[in-house]
């Protein structure tokens, strides 16, 4: 071997060693990064004939597990759809109370039923009179500021979904650069680890927003599809997709109530668009919330309605009245409801209608008893209207022996295709305020809970990721020490060359 082709040996391996130093410098410097896999050199030994020849230095790759990868990007939205849910329910769960505490439903339908229970054993005294308003008016406040809440949480889901959209098209222009740029990368041999690690911090970003999964072509380019199949554009243009402002009153709905879908080029895809963020706000905005939110215009039309059954108009509407059943969907007349009920302004006006009554009931064979109010005049011991109500508009009977009207669970809301979770009940008011607390309540607890065992496994899933990809700073440093040897090495074989050479010049001359 001669001396020349030494010394290209060595130069060599100084040239692969460089790049290593640089590959472990860089990795070192992103150990904390999100989503850095950790790139490691590619070489090959050289001969001919045998002989070695040195090294090439190829591209640098990324050490990565493909199924490990996909399985924490499915993962990434599973958590923060339940995070995303998570948090609108705690906030409905603050306004719902604690069964039992005095500021829930169920406590303050049983301060309303106590306050008349008092009354019927003086039903002359003024302020047991006032006592019962008092104690009517706490319970529409209660049930106007859950309505409130859920209005809240709704309008909070539907702005989400244009933030997240926002970022939806953001990172999708993202992997399409950077795809871009791998693409025109490969036919050169050239590293893109450092490219596919930008576009895999792009792609977890997308996972927070959808269910979605990638392939990787011979190329470089990236496909992106969601859950269902649909195909994510990485290189249509700016933002294609796109869903319009709104405001989420009662009544409105998706897709026929005023409420926008998620459109991708002109297009509805929002029932699409699974998973994460977007999936979870799409689920708050069009069933969860509208869901709750009829359970408790049930409530309060079925509350107004069982005390006029028995002859006190005690709850209505901002108008005077008491919104009427039977409509087509089942709720159609009083959708919303609970978000303006209120004390009748009559009897705020004149306490004295909870012993008296404010209308005369005919009475039937399927409803309620007849009842004439206590005239004016009549006498101050008058029990008939409060012993109707604590007897039969608190109880689970309208008349003896009559059942009460069953609420509504099915076909609730605007458009009719709500359900709620619990049975439908004919039972008395406290049942299905209960049953309504209870749902919810719970609902929101299995959130919590399922949020806290998905995130152990995301956990436990990037624990994994990082033994695999991440970056091992005992492995740079073992490697980085190996390379100062190898480096010492080529160094000495150069500087021995140069001596041999310097040899023979002083030969020659």
């Known amino acids: 071997m001669s001396i020349g082709s030494v010394l290209s040996i060595a130069s060599g391996g100084l040239a692969n060693i460089n790049t290593q130093f640089a590959l472990i410098s860089q990795n070192v410097a992103n150990a904390a990064t999100p989503s850095y896999a950790v790139e490691v050199s590619t070489q090959q030994a050289l001969t001919a004939d045998g002989i070695g020849m040195g090294v090439h230095t190829g591209a640098a790759t990324r ?14 939205a599973t958590v923060t759809g339940l995070q995303t849910t998570q ?9 719902l109370g604690t069964p039992g505490a005095g500021s829930d439903l169920g406590s303050l339908l049983g301060n309303l039923q106590t306050a008349f229970s008092t009354l019927l054993t003086n039903p002359g005294n003024q302020t047991q009179q006032s006592a019962v308003v008092s104690s009517a008016s706490t319970l529409a406040q209660g ?28 990172a999708l222009a993202t992997i399409g650069q950077i795809s871009n740029q791998i693409v025109a990368l490969k036919p050169t041999n050239q590293s893109t680890a450092d490219l596919e690690n930008q576009r895999d911090a792009a792609v977890q970003t997308l996972s927070q927003l959808l269910n979605v999964k990638t392939v990787e072509l011979p190329n470089g380019d990236l496909s992106v ?15 294609p997709f796109a869903i319009a402002s709104a405001s989420t009153p009662p009544g409105s709905a998706y897709p026929a109530g005023g409420l926008p879908g998620i459109t991708l ?41 069982r005390f006029a059954a028995q002859g006190l108009t005690l709850f209505t509407d901002p108008s005077g009245n008491v919104p009427a059943g039977g409509g087509t969907p089942a709720q159609a007349g009083y959708i919303g409801y609970a978000a303006t009920i209120q004390v009748n302004p009559a009897v705020t006006a004149n306490p004295s209608l909870v012993r008296d009554g404010t209308n005369a009931i005919a009475g039937s064979a399927a409803g309620a008893s007849a009842f004439t109010p206590n005239p004016s005049g009549g006498p101050a011991g008058f029990t008939d209207l409060i012993a109707r109500i604590v007897t039969y508009t608190f109880g689970s009977q309208v008349q003896s022996g009559v059942a009460q009207p069953a609420l509504n669970t099915n076909g609730l809301g605007a458009s009719g295709n709500l359900t709620a979770p619990f049975g439908a009940s004919g039972a008395a008011l406290s ?6 607390v209870a749902s919810q309540a719970q609902q929101s607890a299995a959130t919590t809970s399922n949020l806290t065992t998905e995130q152990a496994l995301q956990t436990s899933l990037n624990a994994k990721v990082s033994a695999v990809s991440g970056v091992n700073m005992d492995t740079e440093m073992s490697l980085m020490l190996s390379l100062q040897n190898a480096y010492s090495a080529n ?17 020659v001359q």
Do not use: C, H
Request: proline share 2%; glycine share 6%; aromatic share 4%.
């Open 63 to 76: 050490q990565i597990d493909q199924a490990l990868q996909a399985s924490v990007t499915q993962q990434n």
């Open 87 to 95: 948090t609108a329910l705690q906030a409905i769960d603050s306004v």
């Open 143 to 170: 049930i106007n500021s859950l309505s409130a809440a859920y209005t809240a949480q709704r309008q909070a889901a539907q702005d989400d979904l244009g933030s997240a959209v926002s970022t939806l098209n953001s």
């Open 225 to 239: 599809f969601t859950a269902s199949g649909l195909t994510l554009p990485t290189r249509d243009g700016a933002n």
């Open 265 to 305: 080029d002109g297009s509805d895809v929002t029932s699409q668009m699974a998973g994460g963020q977007i999936g979870a706000d799409i689920t708050l905005r069009d069933t969860t919330l509208p869901t709750d939110r009829a359970e408790l215009d049930e409530f309060a039309q079925g509350l107004s309605s």
């Open 431 to 436: 049942d299905f305020v209960t049953n309504l």
């Open 491 to 507: 160094a000495r074989v150069i500087a021995a060359v140069q001596s041999m050479f310097a040899q023979l010049l002083q030969a």
